[in-house]
């Protein structure tokens, strides 16, 4: 008789990549991802309605939003490991992969580089009427100005400004290193819902009358839900922006259409709402709200970050492979 490798067991799992859709994989390299699996069956998306039938037989799930709850989990005896290839893991009971034996792995630490440049590309937008100005070019406004230069909408430079951070993990970390390299002043608020401001921090409501630029990098928490609203968007300059690429729930986003349409604030760049993909007549798509971008959650999705996503969750799959304890299979001789 002969005895399999470790190898060759680890290969015989089946994979099911269930969302590739969420990462757009047709520009990046996913060979490595598939080669590892013995069997690896590939989905656009899944619906809730298909998950069941998609999972039977599945050794290892991979997703991103795929919902993992306690019903599923326990109509899919085989799954053995889910990766998710994104950092958030509340789609996942976690308790209930715990009890069953099902492990669990998220990716960390892959998109700084590209949410600190989609934040500064927000407030430099925004800070130099980008937007405002193209829209006028466009329309043949600069064709009719008497000057060389038509300067209808406000210019604010960035130098000697000072931005204040909303949560101080790896991307405001990121944030803070770009915005320094544009000599502007950092703030770092305390934690949501503290009392006292530890050293070299401020309470919110001390940092906001101080900032040019409020930008937000919190998880979403009983404490940080609609943190920003209409109260604390009065205590900051008139001529202050919002810059959210948080969770959009952060902030309440009916108040914050409302105070940018009443001045209470110069403008915001929002990369993130309380729900993805949004309604049609979410208040922050409606049409009449001035200095107003919104971009569909796409801070992290630079074609380097999603690369990284994809290597991280390569990685999460060969360190769950190489951890099984293979027992020697007994192939009988002919």
């Known amino acids: 008789m002969t005895n399999s490798t470790s190898s060759d067991n680890a290969h015989n799992f089946r994979v099911a990549i269930l969302d590739e ?35 039977e037989g599945i050794n290892v799930a991979i997703a991103n939003k795929v919902v993992f709850d306690r019903e599923l989990l326990a109509q899919c005896p085989q799954l053995k490991a889910i990766l998710l290839t994104a950092t958030g893991m509340d789609n996942v009971d976690l308790e209930a992969c715990e009890e069953m034996g099902i492990d669990t792995y998220n ?23 980008l937007n405002d100005y193209q829209t006028m070019t466009r329309n043949g406004g600069w064709s009719k100005s008497e000057h060389f230069s038509s300067l209808q909408f406000p210019i604010r430079e960035l130098a000697g400004k000072t931005i204040g951070l909303v949560g101080y993990g ?32 401020l309470l919110l409501d001390d940092l906001l009358p101080l900032v040019d630029v409020l930008s937000l990098h919190c998880p979403l928490t009983a404490e940080t839900h609609k943190l920003i609203n209409r109260e604390t968007l009065e205590k ?16 309440d986003n009916a108040e914050l ?10 403008g915001a760049g929002i990369d993130v709402l309380e729900q993805e993909p949004p309604p049609a007549d979410h208040p922050l798509l409606a049409a009449d709200i001035p200095n107003l971008i919104v971009t569909p959650h796409v801070a992290w999705a630079a074609i380097e970050a ?21 027992p020697e299979i007994e192939v009988a001789e002919t």
């Not at 047709?26 to 069956?41: F, I, K, N």
């Not at 700084?112 to 130099?128: D, G």
């Not at 259409?257 to 110069?266: E, F, M, P």
């Open 21 to 55: 859709t969420t990462f757009n994989p047709g520009d990046l390299d996913l060979e490595a991802l598939v080669e590892l699996a013995h069997d690896c069956q590939r989905y656009p998306n899944t619906s809730p309605e298909q998950r069941l039938e998609r999972l």
């Open 107 to 129: 990716v960390t630490n892959y998109g700084t580089p590209s949410v600190s440049q989609h934040v500064l590309t927000l407030i430099l937008a925004l800070s130099t009427s």
């Open 170 to 201: 790896t991307l405001a970390k990121g944030v803070e290193r770009i915005a320094r390299a544009f000599d502007m002043n950092v703030l770092i608020a305390a934690r949501a819902g503290s009392d006292t401001a530890p050293d070299g921090r």
């Open 236 to 251: 900051m300059k008139s001529d202050a922006i919002l810059i959210n690429t948080a969770r959009g729930a952060v902030v």
């Open 257 to 266: 259409a409302q105070a940018l349409r009443d001045g209470v604030i110069a």
């Open 306 to 326: 999603r690369q990284r996503v994809v290597n991280k969750t390569t990685q999460n799959l060969r360190d769950w492979l190489s951890k099984q304890e293979q």
